[in-house]
């Protein structure tokens, strides 16, 4: 028959009800006719559907299972939170809004004031891939960030693979020579 089908081990009238998730639901909810599901429930036009779960937002966008006005220029999603209130221009920072790099610096997903802070240096050989920030005025990034005017200076060893990787040393104790396999120890304050 036509407009008939099975919705889990029931038949339904397809014109008057949607099967969600083998339920049957009615499709007139008052003077809205409903023709899309959200996990076992219905949607109506005006509505937003986020991981299963009904908001009454039409039109809107989702954020994890929160839902947000597309209109509303406040709010921001970063990394499935939902941040309101936000500055126009705000960009993210791992799950934090920040300025976008005016007054404020982004480094390993979290925010810093970029007048300390302006620089972002990823730690050779750390798994996950952790990061710290520096102030590039004093600092500059090798395997961490190291100071400028130091007796630590950066070498870049040759991997096994061909590759090279930075390394921080003491240059008044050890020597970053060819073939730059490794760092040796001075013998008799030279290399």
Do not use: L, M, W
């Given at each position: 028959m036509y407009g008939i089908s099975c919705c889990g081990s029931e038949p339904i009238?397809?014109?008057?009800?949607?099967?969600?998730?083998?339920?049957?639901?009615?499709?007139?909810?008052g003077s809205t006719y409903v023709d899309r599901c959200c996990?076992?429930?219905?949607?109506?036009?005006?509505?937003?559907?986020?991981?299963?779960?009904?908001?009454?937002?039409?039109?809107?966008?989702?954020?994890?299972?929160?839902?947000?006005?597309r209109t509303n220029l406040a709010a921001l999603c970063c990394a499935g939170v939902l941040n309101l209130n936000v500055e126009l221009g705000s960009i993210c920072c791992g799950k934090t809004p920040y300025d976008g790099g005016t007054k404020?610096?982004?480094?390993?997903?979290?925010?810093?004031?970029?007048e300390l802070?302006?620089?972002?240096?990823?730690?050779?050989?750390?798994?996950?891939?952790?990061?710290?920030?520096?102030?590039?005025?004093?600092?500059?990034?090798?395997?961490?960030?190291?100071?400028?005017?130091?007796?630590?200076?950066?070498?870049?060893?040759?991997?096994?693979?061909?590759t090279f990787f930075p390394k921080s040393y003491d240059f008044t104790k050890q020597c970053c020579a060819y073939p730059f396999t490794s760092l040796t120890e001075k013998e008799n304050g030279t290399c």
């Open positions: 009238n397809q014109f008057e009800e949607i099967c969600c998730e083998d339920v049957a639901r009615q499709r007139r909810q996990g076992n429930h219905t949607v109506a036009y005006d509505q937003t559907c986020c991981q299963g779960i009904v908001h009454n937002v039409p039109n809107g966008e989702c954020c994890g299972s929160q839902a947000y006005s404020e610096s982004c480094c390993g997903g979290q925010v810093y004031i970029k802070h302006d620089s972002c240096c990823p730690v050779h050989g750390s798994d996950p891939q952790e990061y710290q920030p520096y102030n590039s005025k004093t600092h500059q990034c090798c395997d961490v960030p190291i100071e400028r005017f130091s007796n630590i200076k950066c070498c870049y060893i040759r991997a096994s693979n061909g």
